[in-house]
């Protein structure tokens, strides 16, 4: 998409799919983000075994001694044993296990898409501070140009001032911007080692040689750009996905109301006397139960208006996370058809600025110039470099930004050979024998009376229009709608400025 480039090629250079590639496989946000993603897996089989039989059993060993007074009295210890067995199968819950296990699994998608979220964001941070790194580089080389050459033509006016063929005050102008020349060359150094650091965040170790970067994945236009977020956003997909867990629990509290039908079994072996283990007593037991709550003090259909309320602030959720993707894109899309359409404008303005320096220095040299002019003119073109360094740099990563909040990005785009993450290939120890034999049986017949109760409240969407751009004058102006004060300028000129007072950064 851009074309200008930012740094030149090195030998054995780091290429921005290597960066990727170890990022990608070993970045610690990204793989604590597949641990939790695993662990939702493991919350799904959990719901699925609550379907199956709850078995448990208890024992117990005893040793008893007495000691009694008296014409009959005497002494007698000894050891029993006790054991029992029980089942518990459920039956019927009125949903509650079928609407438990809905929102585990809704939980288990919400992570997935979690999961993606952290991928998107962790390639395009890569990117971008792949680009940063260039950028700052670039720019770190041009400012030190500049600080060179004003050393440079410093020398050259201190002679000519032995020489009288200048004044001092030409001097003192030339060695005022040749310490700000140096003080930006210096904080441009700042700039590239917090990049560094930055990389080496994400990547593991700071950057080498970097090569050039490729060229980005293309860029839809902003109208399909927005149908495909809708489809692959992770935001907008975990949302809807946290939307529907919110329902199935809202269905969840309104079973709790219900009855509950569950099978029990137990088998119990126990001594006759606590002081012998020769005479002991077996029994076995075989039962249905059935279990519903007749008064809670409210606190049943408290939590039914809680699960309620929370599935309603779900759903706004979904349209506040549609609208804050849509908006992204547009500021990013924006941002990078800005840097296409600027790009040769800074070309022709670099090329024009070589051409009005080396004319400058001819006329310099013919005694029609200052080494003022020369100033100037060496500033505009170093600082058109400077320019046009920052715009394509922002333009790549406005547009990767764009595609990440879509939902667009894989490493692949970047040429990077790395196995994809398979979320899918977890697969939790038992997780489909959970919850039998019944779970086939019990599952169908507590998801016939499931009801989750809610009222869709009115949400209102955003409209799908482009913004137009406003009227231009008859000069070329663009012409005011509004008038937008400053609210760190008083209109009063006679009143005293105010700071704003906050913490300041200590660096």
């Known amino acids: 998409m851009l074309t200008v ?7 054995h250079a780091e290429t921005l799919a290597d960066a990727l590639a170890k990022a990608y496989q070993s970045n610690p946000e990204l ?5 939790r993603t695993r662990a939702s897996d493991e919350v799904v089989t959990q719901a699925k075994a609550q379907f199956g039989p709850q078995i448990s059993a208890s024992g117990s060993y005893v040793y008893a001694a007495e000691r009694t007074n008296g014409v009959f009295g005497g002494e007698r210890d000894g050891a029993t044993h006790t054991y029992e067995v029980t089942l518990d199968q459920p039956l019927f819950t009125s949903g509650q ?6 929102s585990a699994e809704a939980g288990r998608l919400a992570s997935l898409e979690q999961l993606r979220f952290t991928e998107q964001n962790m390639i395009a941070d890569v990117v971008i501070a792949y680009v940063a790194v260039q950028r700052d580089l670039a720019i770190y080389r041009v400012r030190t140009q500049i600080a060179q050459l004003l050393d440079e033509q410093f020398a050259t006016t201190s002679e000519r001032l032995r020489l009288r063929d200048v004044t001092i005050s030409d001097l003192e102008q030339t060695d005022n911007r040749r310490q700000v020349a140096l003080a930006q060359a210096r904080e441009a150094l700042a700039s590239l080692q917090g990049s560094a650091a930055n990389y080496r965040r994400l990547v593991g170790n700071y950057p080498t040689d970097l090569a050039p970067l490729p060229m980005p994945p293309e860029l839809p236009g902003l109208q399909p750009l927005y149908a495909l977020a809708e489809q692959h956003s992770p935001q907008i997909l975990a949302s809807r996905y946290n939307e529907l867990a919110s329902r199935e629990t809202l269905a969840l509290r309104r079973a709790e109301r219900g009855p509950v039908i569950s099978g029990t079994a137990s088998a119990q072996r126990s001594p006759l006397s606590q002081f012998s283990d020769l005479s002991r007593s077996q029994a ?14 409210g606190a049943l259909t408290s939590r039914v208006r809680e699960a309620r309320e929370l599935n309603e602030a779900d759903i706004f959720d ?3 996370a549609r609208r804050s993707v849509r908006s992204t894109i547009g500021a990013r899309w924006a941002q990078a058809e800005a840097a296409t359409s600027a790009t040769p404008i800074y070309e022709n303005s670099i090329l024009a600025a070589q051409r009005a320096l080396e004319g400058v220095r001819r006329q310099e040299q013919a005694g029609t110039r ?5 100033l100037i003119a060496t500033n505009d073109l170093l600082e058109s470099r400077v320019a046009a360094i920052g715009s394509a740099a922002n333009g790549y990563a406005a547009t990767v930004l764009a595609l990440a909040e879509a939902g667009l990005l894989d490493v692949a785009q970047f040429g990077a050979d790395v196995a994809p993450y398979d979320p899918l290939a977890y697969d939790p120890a038992l997780s489909d024998l959970a919850g039998l034999p019944l779970r086939p049986l019990v599952d169908p017949l507590d998801s016939l009376v499931l009801d989750d109760g809610r009222d869709m409240p009115d949400v209102v969407e955003e409209n799908d229009g482009t ?12 012409m005011p709608s509004a008038v937008i004060p400053n609210p760190h300028i008083s209109e009063d000129p006679s009143a005293p400025a105010t700071v704003p007072q906050g913490p300041s950064y200590q660096p």
């Open 284 to 297: 076995f037991f075989v039962g249905v139960s059935v279990r519903m709550p007749l008064y809670t003090g």
């Open 318 to 320: 979904v349209e506040q």
């Open 97 to 102: 296990l079928a609407a438990n296990l809905n």
């Open 370 to 374: 200052t080494s003022r002019d020369v």
């Open 31 to 35: 793989e604590a983000q597949r641990a």
């Open 467 to 478: 913004y137009a751009s406003p009227p231009v004058g008859a000069n070329g102006q663009t």
């Open 5 to 11: 480039a930012l740094v030149a090629a090195p030998l």
